[in-house]
């Protein structure tokens, strides 16, 4: 891999030091590259960066969530090295990193493809296309009442309920906001997807899984209330009255670097869901 580009959360690493560590570390590993610094995930959309074979992402989850949204097609493989929080994303720890940046230029890894999603919002004619890797929600504004929905699943009625909102998740998305709003935990590698209900005036309204190749439309049916289209948790716009929400599968994949030995579960374990500890006996 010669060509490189790194995505830094400058808020990490004011200073500086952490990218020069890194760049010292990828100049004495790897001879004779190329490497570029983007210092915002949206400069990677105005780039030139086809030629890149590898995109090093310094920051946390949701510096990769930024990261693959701005990629978009250029399917480059990211390599996530936590500097963040959580990094239930990341490839590896920063303390790790020579270890790891090795083991990829000897090919000691594997890429692991990710679904995204695609949502347009239509109203009057206009259409306003996002992407995301984690989820899309469609939530109520601070001061507004709770809103029904009309939901249509491959051009067939699916329900009507009243909620505080909706979350269409990716198995990466499953993981987050899903997760809090009483929706599975599902296989990264498995092609679905998932709609759950954000507070529904309703016990019976439950999580339902799709087929990858679903298309979902969501419909706002209440009298006018305030609502707004989240993409990531990152990016978020207001929506007009009357506006139709589609959704489905993104024809690229968010390619992620693992490392041999990688283990789903046990990251699951360790950053999700119980963070065990040793028992002492």
């Not at 004779?32 to 995930?41: G, I, L, P, Q, W």
């Not at 030139?48 to 493989?77: C, F, H, M, S, Y």
């Not at 049916?221 to 978020?236: K, M, N, P, R, Y």
Request: proline content about 2%.
């Amino acid at each position: 891999m010669k060509n490189i580009g790194i995505n830094i959360n400058i808020s990490k690493d004011i200073d500086g030091k952490i990218l020069k560590y890194i760049l010292e570390i990828i100049y004495n590993v790897i001879i004779d590259c190329n490497v570029k610094v983007f210092k915002k995930s949206k400069d990677l959309q105005y780039d030139d960066i086809k030629e890149l074979d590898l995109l090093i992402v310094l920051g946390g989850d949701g510096t990769i969530l930024g990261a693959a949204r701005a990629l978009g097609k250029n399917q480059i493989p990211i390599m996530g090295v936590n500097i963040g929080n959580l990094g239930f994303l990341t490839t590896v720890e920063s303390s790790r990193f020579k270890v790891a940046i090795e083991a990829v230029n000897q090919g000691k890894f594997f890429v692991e493809e990710r679904l995204m999603l695609k949502c347009n919002v239509f109203k009057d004619g206009e259409n306003k296309s996002y992407t995301s890797l984690n989820d899309v929600v469609i939530s109520k504004g601070t001061l507004s009442r709770i809103i029904e929905y009309e939901i249509f699943i491959d051009g067939k009625k699916y329900t009507e309920f009243v909620a505080d909102g909706v979350i269409v998740a990716t198995p990466t998305g499953s993981t987050a906001y899903s997760l809090s709003a009483g929706g599975p935990i599902i296989y990264p590698q498995l092609d679905v997807l998932s709609l759950s209900p954000i507070c529904p005036h309703s016990l019976g309204m439950r999580t339902i899984v799709l087929d990858s190749k679903s298309e979902i439309v969501i419909k706002l049916i209440s009298e006018w209330e305030s609502a707004f289209l989240t993409v990531d948790g990152q990016e978020s716009v207001e929506l007009k009255e009357n506006s139709n929400i589609l959704i489905t599968s993104y024809p690229f994949k968010c390619k992620l670097i693992r490392l041999e030995g990688y283990d789903y579960f046990d990251v699951l374990r360790e950053k999700i869901i119980w963070r065990t500890k040793k028992v002492r006996k």
